[in-house]
């Protein structure tokens, strides 16, 4: 199997706190932020070594949406265009905080992935419960240069499927982020929040050791030995 230099946890959609406003004021934004929001996803994917990096999003993905493409409307500001709030108001400040976030993301991923010649960004998610009962864990993977190896693939699904997780390649979520620049492979894991939180799915559940333990021996897995 492929192995790899050093790996580079993304994970962009950790924080649930708005940044300069109240969700409060804007209850079908604070219903939303709560039911997509990644709680925890950077306890649960995180790990200290040296050859592993974390790269988190400092917002709510409902002010700066880290993963969306440039041409994406809703990247930025994302509560204004579900609360309704005319975005013309937004100031100019606040806008371009919002954007130098989006820069700022892609950016740290691109100096972490240089650390090592041969790297692999782990794109580390999770999904609401009931927007896809039959699966458990998604892999997800682009079809193109950043695409891992068959044998990558098919060593994550099988340490997934053999730890009792329903595993599926791009589904419900398909593809990886490989920013412009980027040389190496990228792939997306996106785990149900049934199987880490609690049944609020904000809070920590009981399989969330279970599946921080698992995450963990694959980064060693996947790494090559020193």
Request: aromatic residues 10%.
């Given at each position: ?181 980027y040389r ?42 020193e």
């Amino acid at each position: 199997m492929t192995r790899y230099s050093n790996l580079v946890l993304a994970v962009p959609h950790a924080i649930g706190e708005p940044l300069d406003y109240d969700w409060r004021e804007m209850p079908v934004v604070a219903a939303s932020a709560r039911r997509w929001t990644d709680w925890h996803t950077d306890k649960l994917f995180g790990v200290e070594d040296s050859r592993i990096a974390i790269v988190k999003g400092r917002t709510s993905r409902f002010d700066c949406d880290d993963e969306r493409l440039e041409d994406e409307d809703d990247r930025i500001c994302r509560y204004a265009i579900e609360g309704g709030v005319d975005t013309r108001t937004i100031g100019a400040r606040a806008w371009n905080v919002r954007l130098s976030e989006w820069f700022r993301y892609r950016a740290e991923l691109m100096s972490a992935a240089a650390r090592g010649e041969c790297p692999l960004i782990v794109d580390c998610h999770s999904f609401p419960s009931a927007l896809d009962g039959d699966v458990d864990v998604c892999i997800g993977f682009n079809e193109d240069g950043s695409k891992p190896g068959d044998d990558v693939l098919e060593y994550l699904c099988g340490r997934f499927a053999g730890a009792g997780y329903r595993t599926e390649f791009n589904r419900p979520y398909s593809n990886s982020i490989a920013p412009v620049g980027y040389r190496g492979h990228s792939v997306m894991i996106e785990v149900s929040k049934r199987c880490y939180l609690a049944d609020d799915e904000v809070e920590v559940g009981p399989g969330f050791g279970t599946l921080h333990v698992l995450l963990v021996s694959i980064y060693r897995d996947l790494l090559a030995e020193e």
